[in-house]
């Protein structure tokens, strides 16, 4: 695939995944209807995602008639999760990957943000099967644990690993565009170590942002993207 066919693809699937985090707060109800401790900075999906205990889920959903509401907003989340932003995301991360990279690097990233993708696929199932008995188990607990960390570990890497690539290509606008994504994704694995923190949420916004101006400026001046080497090969 041509960069500048892979950076035009990235832009629409990066429009679909940013339209995707959009829609996210614009569900009914999805309002926590209690917190746990260190979780108040979070919003309720990132809350139940960071949830380590059956108490944690428990303090998380409430009781009564905001219980329901919340199980509802939640399964509402779960699946545009499922079926639109992961999907969405992958795919933009991934065609930004094969964009920007080559050789090894290029299959090593990619490889990294597919595992991402599925971790963040096998975390909406584990916390679908936690709201079908609430508060879940310590066993449920313990595999959306990892399936989270997972996720957010190999995001934060590949994301990092995006910007350094950009870097790499010697061209002053790519390199100015790759510090951006490199501090983003740098700030997200900074954050990753201290969960919960916003500073992880910060810096995949910012990260991910930088990669769609990116591929939109990409889409008409390809050769101004690609390393040195391979700008000539870029403009035929």
């Keep these: 695939m041509r960069p500048r066919t892979a950076w035009r693809l990235s832009v629409l699937a990066g429009l679909v995944a940013f339209a995707c985090s959009f829609a996210f707060g614009k569900i009914p109800g999805l309002v926590a209807c209690g917190t746990f401790a260190g979780s108040g900075q979070l919003g309720p999906i990132l809350a139940f995602e960071l949830a380590r205990t059956p108490g944690d889920v428990a303090a998380l959903f409430g ?12 399964n509402a989340g779960l699946w545009l999760d499922a079926l639109g932003f992961i999907p969405f995301y992958t795919l933009f991360l991934v065609l930004a990957a094969i964009a920007a990279s080559r050789g090894r690097a290029r299959r090593a ?63 002053l606008w790519p390199m100015l565009f790759g510090l951006v994504v490199t501090v983003g994704g740098a700030a997200a694995i900074y954050g990753f ?44």
């Design 63 to 74: 009781a009564g008639s905001c219980r329901a509401s919340l199980i509802d907003a939640q």
């Design 109 to 171: 990233i990619v490889a990294v943000l597919l595992i991402a993708g599925l971790s963040d696929e096998i975390e909406g199932l584990v916390m679908w099967r936690i709201m079908g008995n609430l508060p879940g188990s310590d066993g449920q607990l313990g595999a959306l644990y990892w399936a989270v960390h997972i996720k957010f570990a190999l995001l934060a890497i590949g994301t990092t690993l995006i910007g350094l690539e950009l870097i790499r290509t010697t061209r």
């Design 193 to 236: 170590w201290s969960l919960p923190n916003a500073m992880m949420m910060a810096g995949f916004t910012y990260a991910w942002f930088a990669i769609l101006v990116t591929a939109i400026v990409a889409s008409f001046a390809a050769g101004v993207f690609a390393p040195r080497s391979a700008g000539a090969r870029a403009l035929r």
